[in-house]
């Protein structure tokens, strides 16, 4: 997963919560100006945790990337002292 990836899906958590928001708050009585707001604020708040939650995810998977070369380099000197 790459920066750009992380960024539309929090795009498009953000659209999709404002939509739902606007038009469940509109039909369920709220003037339309109020729907406005709580589906701009839904965007806001959902848009906000789907970026920061992948950048996480983003971070774990490099480093967890850094750990293994590290493994790597250290089981080639152990299986030449073995075989010799």
């Not at 967890?64 to 790597?72: A, C, I, S, W």
């Not at 250290?74 to 075989?83: A, H």
């Given at each position: 997963?790459?920066?750009?990836n992380?960024?539309?899906?929090?795009?498009?958590?953000?659209?999709?919560s404002?939509?739902?928001?606007?038009?469940?708050?509109?039909?369920?009585?709220?003037?339309?100006?109020?729907?406005?707001?709580?589906?701009?604020?839904?965007?806001?708040?959902?848009?906000?945790?789907?970026?920061?939650?992948?950048?996480?995810?983003?971070?774990?998977?490099?480093e967890?990337?850094?750990?293994?070369?590290?493994?790597?380099e250290?089981?080639?000197?152990?299986?030449?002292?073995?075989?010799a």
């Open positions: 997963m790459n920066p750009v992380i960024q539309k899906m929090a795009a498009s958590f953000g659209l999709f404002f939509g739902v928001l606007c038009i469940g708050s509109v039909l369920m009585g709220a003037t339309v100006w109020t729907g406005v707001i709580r589906g701009m604020v839904g965007a806001v708040l959902f848009g906000l945790v789907a970026w920061f939650s992948g950048s996480m995810l983003l971070q774990e998977e490099d967890d990337m850094v750990e293994g070369e590290d493994q790597e250290t089981d080639k000197g152990s299986q030449l002292d073995q075989t």
